[in-house]
């Protein structure tokens, strides 16, 4: 399978230059040129993560040999940095409600599926590609990311990271993960100032002729582990469909029987993932996009028009705090007939006004499959409280909010199809604000999230997944601090150039 632009499908692409470059140079996103391969289910039944994932997988890439595919899906999942054999697995709730635990994996949260696979996927299109280069991941994170980058990068043969974090700006937890990384191929530092700062810093970076040319003089090229790559997105469809089939495998499925997924949403990535996954033949009956108090995508779905002048709120669920969601275009591309102008025409219009509006023909395609809503902090906390007191189950604020959002739908509609909602962190990831909805607040203040951590623990007798046990014992292995200023001299030092 090739792939082109969704702004210009002239030129086509392999799979290999499509996960080195990232972002298309034409500002669209790569998309597989070819129809969506049909997957058929029944041939799927019974296979471990990493078969199911080989199976998925391999259809997209073209020029790699199943084997080769299979060595990397085995890298990535087959090791110890899952802490459950089943690496997605399904917790029942009720006869009609599951959750899809998507942060087993070494930083707790879901971005682990797409970024324990990619850095090896990229070692590889490397030499396909037959570039001699040592890629380089810059980039500049608020949380989850980085250090899911991190994770997935460190002592891969053939890449290096450089991780930019504001000084104020990240959790404590997420400091403390990014600060005791291990890997002799990563660097990490502290940036004076606030996240927007140092996202600046990055990109004036990545745009530099001369520092790409210096670059290129010694076989480095910067490369992107950002949810736009293509190489993010192939990972996060295979849990759509080991969800599925667990459901199958148990019984709780009929044949052809349909599932709704929700799925609490920043950047339209994950549920990007499902939404290919229901191209490719998985029985799909809604995808609900969950939202909190940054409702673009809601008021989107609702009203046909993407419009991002508003107010930026920071909420409880950090991660899902965006106004543009980059993935969009792709969906849009998708189901807007695959026409790149239409879509240069919407994205143009975002660009200059910040905001574009779809044709009702369309916006009834789009909502025949999607439907969304939001939760507020207040309705997050609520949500994470009922869930422990009715079933003793524990969510993190990202999975509440798709909870929260889930029972809105349930309202509405008066659907009772069988439900899967995509848990997207480990609670103990952000003990404050669970802790907040558990606790009274005499029993955990003035502590630090570190310590509200065990104590969490303790209360619910629940495990503190390892890694984040093992943070308070983990030496510091990276406290540079710098000012924003000497972003460039860092970057040129460390890559001695
Ligand atoms: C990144 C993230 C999300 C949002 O996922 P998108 O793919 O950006 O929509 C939700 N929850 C958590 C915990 C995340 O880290």
Redesign the pocket.
């Known amino acids: 399978m090739d792939y082109y632009s969704t702004r210009g499908i002239d030129k086509l692409y392999t799979a290999a230059e499509v996960i080195m470059t990232g972002l298309a140079p034409d500002g669209g996103l790569f998309i597989p040129a070819g129809p969506w391969p049909p997957v058929p289910l029944k041939d799927l039944a019974g296979m471990s993560y990493t078969a199911l994932a080989a199976a998925i997988i391999h259809p997209f890439l073209k020029q790699f040999s199943k084997a080769e595919v299979e060595s990397l899906v085995q890298e990535a999942y087959g090791g110890t940095s899952f802490d459950h054999p089943d690496i997605a697995p399904l917790h029942r709730l009720t006869d009609s409600l599951y959750f899809l635990e998507l942060?087993h994996g070494p930083t707790c949260?879901?971005?682990d599926l797409a970024l324990q696979f990619l850095p090896h996927l990229l070692r590889k299109s490397a030499e396909k590609t037959g570039e001699e280069t040592t890629a380089v991941i810059l980039t500049a994170t608020s949380?989850?990311?980085g250090k899911?980058a991190l994770e997935g990068f460190s002592d891969v043969p053939g890449t290096k990271v450089i991780v930019f974090y504001p000084l104020e700006g990240v959790s404590e937890i997420q400091r403390r993960q990014m600060i005791t990384q291990k890997g002799k191929n990563v660097h990490v530092v502290a940036v004076r100032g606030n996240f927007d700062h140092t996202q600046a810093g990055v990109k004036e970076l990545l745009a530099e002729g001369s520092l790409k040319h210096k670059m290129s003089s010694r076989g480095l090229k910067f490369s992107s582990a950002n949810?736009i790559n293509w190489g993010r997105l192939l990972p996060?469809m295979v849990y759509y469909f080991s969800a599925y089939l667990d459901l199958r495998r148990s019984g709780e499925l009929k044949p052809g029987e349909k599932v709704n997924f929700v799925?609490?949403?920043?950047?339209?990535?994950?549920?990007?993932?499902g939404f290919y996954a229901s191209r490719m033949g998985l029985p799909v009956h809604r995808l609900i996009c969950a939202a909190n108090r940054n409702h673009v995508l809601t008021d989107f779905f609702r009203e046909g028009r993407y419009n991002r002048n508003r107010p930026f709120f920071r909420t409880l669920?950090p991660?899902?705090d965006?106004l543009v969601?980059s993935?969009l275009e792709r969906l849009l591309f998708e189901l807007g007939g695959r026409d790149p102008s239409r879509i240069r025409a919407w994205m143009n219009r975002l660009l200059e006004n910040g905001s574009y509006r779809l044709n009702a023909a369309l916006q009834k395609t789009l909502t025949a499959l999607f439907w969304s809503h939001y939760a507020t902090d207040d309705e997050t906390l609520a949500a994470i409280g009922k869930t422990y007191r009715e079933h003793r189950y524990l969510l993190?604020p990202?999975?509440a909010v798709a909870r929260a959002v889930y029972e809105k739908y349930r309202a509405a509609t008066g659907d009772r199809v069988k439900t899967i909602i995509v848990s997207?962190?480990s609670p103990f990831?952000?003990a404050e604000s669970v802790a907040h909805a558990l606790l009274p607040p005499e029993q955990f203040a003035g502590r630090t999230a570190l310590e509200i951590a065990p104590l969490l623990a303790k209360t619910t007798g629940l495990d503190l997944p390892t890694p984040l046990l093992d943070l308070a014992s983990q030496p510091v292995r990276h406290d540079t601090v710098i000012e924003r200023s000497a972003m460039r001299t860092e970057v040129l030092d460390h890559l001695n150039l």
């Open positions: 942060w949260a879901f971005k949380g989850d990311t899911a949810s996060q799925v609490p949403t920043g950047n339209f990535g994950n549920i990007l993932a669920s991660s899902m965006i969601s993935n993190d990202h999975t997207t962190a990831k952000f």
